[in-house]
């Protein structure tokens, strides 16, 4: 659904840890390296997402749901809970 961009949060990083940045308040400089700036937002995440906005609701089709994987499963019920 998501990854993050990790050559961007290295970057970030690096440059606060070159001004000094991120030493006075380093739970404020972690919580900014996972803000949703440097979130990369895969097709069905943007899918998802785009129900929240005024755009048409998306349709998520599942093939072979009989015979789901253990990694899709959680995916597909929290989708399917959060959308009724």
């Known amino acids: ?12 990083l690096r440059a ?13 400089l972690e ?13 069905l995440l943007r899918a998802i997402a785009g129900a929240a906005d005024d755009g048409p609701v998306p349709i ?3 093939d072979e ?3 789901p994987t ?3 499963r959680p995916i597909f019920w929290r ?3 959060t959308s009724r």
């Open 70 to 72: 253990t990694n899709s």
């Open 1 to 12: 659904m998501y990854e993050w961009d990790y050559a961007r949060q290295l970057l970030h």
């Open 65 to 67: 749901i009989d015979r």
């Open 16 to 28: 606060a840890e070159m001004t000094g940045a991120g030493t006075d308040r380093p739970a404020e």
């Open 79 to 81: 989708s399917s809970r």
């Open 60 to 62: 998520l089709l599942i």
């Open 31 to 43: 919580h900014s390296l996972y803000s949703e700036e440097y979130l990369v937002r895969r097709p």
